[in-house]
Structures are given as C-alpha cells and as structure tokens.
C-alpha cells in the first residue's frame, strides 16, 4: 500500500468555522490532489499540487484553498464551512513520470458541516 | 468538462457469475485506470491500461482499453463473495498547465449473493 495518511479521520463542525485537513505522504511523489465524493457525483477533484508551492484549481475548488510547503504534506483549508462541503474528502498522490501515471488514495476524511 | 459514461450503475449477481461493466466518454483518453472501493475506505487500483487496444488481466480481473480510445471495459470472472464493492473507472487527461489529472465515472455498485 502506498504510504499516505489523512487527518482526522474524521470531522464535525459548524457552519461557519474553519476547517483544515491534512494529507502526509512517505513515497515523495510529486503530484498530490484532494477530491471530494458525494452519492451520484462520484469522485471530483478539488484542488492538485505538482511541486513544492506548486498548486492549481480542479472542477469543484470554490470555498477551498490548499498549501503544500513540503512534498510530504497537502493540506486543504475551509475558510467558513458550509453545509454543502458535507461530503468524504481524499487525498492521492501519483509519481506522474513514465507510465506511472496512476493514483494511489488515502483513506479518506469523512466532513460533517452542522 | 469531459465526463465519463460509467454503466451499469449497480449489479446484482450470485456468487460465481461473470460481471461485465464499461465506462464510455466523448473523450480521448490516454490512460484507462479501475479502481475497487470498499466501504468507508479509499479506492484501490486494480488495473492500469496505456495503450489502445491494449488488454490485462490481474487474476479474475480483465481490463480492456477501447481502440477509439474513449471506452473501457472491466470483467470479473467466477464472482466470490469479496467482490463486493464500488468499481470506478478513470480517464486520464493533460491538463492546460501540462499536468495530468483523472476524470472519474460515477461508480459500479457489485453485490455478490454467496
């Protein structure tokens, strides 16, 4: 199994507070994402990173903001939590040279807005 | 965006069957990867597929990429009990920036009746 872990595991907080979740890698890949899943939607992708303070906007990355200092670490901020950012987060990480294209998940962030 | 057409959204199969599901999409797409979730836990690659026409196997499992490249298809043979779960298709495509990023079908429910 690659090497990732989130934190929490999982979550509950109030509208209107603000939330980080943190994903840390042991396999120095350089590429790191966080998705969102929610029933009928699938996987979305929220933001990516390709390097060190290196990150860029997915499909859904509208009250989302990340920052990746280390190679290690991805983290995925909530500056004011809604209802609608309920959902199962997931970070992966890929090596994205040669044919090592795929995407390993951690095992994800269950978020609870009240 | 470019979506993925996943199909079907559920199965019910007794124990020992085949199972059979594809993901079509408008788009070309350069890699095909099949992911297995179970619940509460992250998604597992199962296959990886690179090239048009291309077909693996990983155990009962068999992946075929489609020669148009904008189809895969996922079979299971001899269905077992542990088969349960959610399969995911994904497409993978170059972003604007020149990084790659997954494009995710809606999910393949599996119930396996033993």
């Known amino acids: 199994d690659a090497g990732i872990t989130q934190s929490p595991r999982h979550k509950v907080t109030e509208t209107g507070t603000p939330v980080t979740l943190r994903c840390h890698q042991t396999?120095?890949?350089?590429?790191m994402y966080w998705y969102r899943q929610d029933p009928g939607h699938g996987l979305r992708l929220i933001h990516y990173?390709?390097?060190?303070?290196?990150?860029d906007k997915g499909e859904v990355s509208d009250g989302y903001s990340v920052s990746r200092s280390k190679t290690e670490d991805f983290l995925l901020t909530l500056e004011s939590a809604t209802s609608s950012q309920t959902s199962v987060y997931f970070c992966?990480?890929?090596?994205?040279?040669?044919?090592?294209?795929?995407?390993?998940f951690g095992p994800g962030t269950r978020l609870t807005v009240t | 965006g470019q979506q993925l057409n996943q199909s079907p959204q559920s199965m019910f199969i007794q124990e020992g069957e085949d199972v059979s599901m594809n993901c079509t999409s408008s788009?070309?797409?350069?890699?095909w990867l099949w992911y297995k979730q179970d619940p509460g836990e992250g998604p597992v690659l199962l296959i990886a597929l690179y090239k048009a026409g291309e077909l693996t196997s990983n155990g009962r499992l068999t992946a075929q990429f489609g020669i148009t490249r904008k189809d895969s298809f996922l079979n299971i043979s001899a269905s077992i009990p542990s088969d349960v779960g959610i399969y995911f298709c994904?497409?993978?495509?170059?972003?604007?920036?020149?990084?790659?990023?997954?494009?995710f079908g809606k999910g393949t429910k599996l119930t396996v009746n033993p």
């Open positions: 990173s390709y390097g060190v303070k290196d990150t």
């Open positions: 788009s070309i797409f350069n890699t």
């Open positions: 396999e120095n890949h350089r590429y």
């Open positions: 994904a497409g993978r495509s170059i972003t604007q920036g020149g990084s790659e990023k997954l494009v």
């Open positions: 992966a990480i890929s090596d994205g040279t040669g044919s090592s294209y795929e995407q390993y």
